[in-house]
């Protein structure tokens, strides 16, 4: 079976920083999705990691530790648009299996 | 870049209806998924499709059933609607299994209410 945990709540202000965490425990590994879904929206891909390390992308980053089943999204110098949920996702073959998302919410 | 397209943003039937929910992708992607998404659990796999006239089991297919007679359009069924299939139902296309980098895309989602 597929166990994904993260928080399910964040909330952090305006120009701080912001790390969610995400744990997992998986049949199969082949990566480690992070998407950002606003409310009513669809999911959009934030980054991918498949080795171990850190991955930046302007103000994201992104961490994975296989050996430990453990990783992070990294949110700088945080804006109020950056309020929405989070969902880490394991890939494992042709299936992506979701955690139950982070709620951030960015205050001024 | 990549478009998914869910036919319907918001859905009202009934309980006993049929009810078919259509999803077209314009990249010619091999692999195609229907999620359903409910407060604190997350998205959860339905049915996911790798090729044309294919089609897997996902976490939850009770109830449901799927169609891929063209690789474009993966339609989702629900035989006999039901109250506790009132969900957020996504559909996501993916290039193939062979790019493993390569992320699933999300439509915009098909608000669905049973009554």
């Known amino acids: 079976g597929q166990n994904i945990d993260q928080p399910t709540e964040m909330t952090a202000t305006e120009g701080a920083i912001v790390q969610i965490n995400c744990t997992y425990q998986?049949?199969?590994?082949?990566?480690l999705f992070w998407y950002q879904q606003h409310a009513g929206e669809a999911p959009t891909f934030l980054s991918y990691?498949?080795?171990?390390g850190l991955e930046e992308k302007g103000r994201f980053s992104s961490f994975l530790s296989r050996s430990k089943g453990y990783s992070y999204l990294l949110l700088k110098e945080l804006q109020m648009k950056d309020s929405a949920s989070y969902l880490c996702?394991?890939?494992?073959?042709?299936?992506?299996?979701f955690g139950a998302g982070t709620t951030v919410t960015v205050r001024a | 870049d990549v478009k998914v397209t869910q036919s319907s943003r918001y859905l009202v039937k009934r309980t006993g209806e049929k009810v078919f929910l259509e999803c077209v992708q314009d990249?010619?992607?091999?692999?195609m998924f229907w999620y359903r998404q409910d407060p604190g659990l997350g998205l959860r796999l339905i049915y996911f499709?790798?090729?044309?006239?294919?089609?897997e089991k996902g976490d939850i297919p009770e109830g449901y059933s799927v169609s891929r007679e063209k690789k474009e359009r993966f339609s989702l069924i629900l035989e006999s609607a039901s109250t506790n299939q009132t969900s957020m139902y996504l559909c996501?296309?993916?290039?193939?299994?062979?790019?493993?980098?390569?992320?699933?895309?999300f439509g915009d989602g098909t608000r669905l209410s049973i009554l």
């Open positions: 990249m010619d992607h091999e692999n």
């Open positions: 998986t049949s199969g590994f082949n990566g």
């Open positions: 996501a296309s993916r290039r193939d299994r062979r790019y493993s980098n390569q992320p699933q895309h």
């Open positions: 499709s790798y090729d044309v006239k294919m089609k």
């Open positions: 990691n498949v080795l171990d």
């Open positions: 996702a394991v890939l494992n073959d042709y299936k992506l299996s």
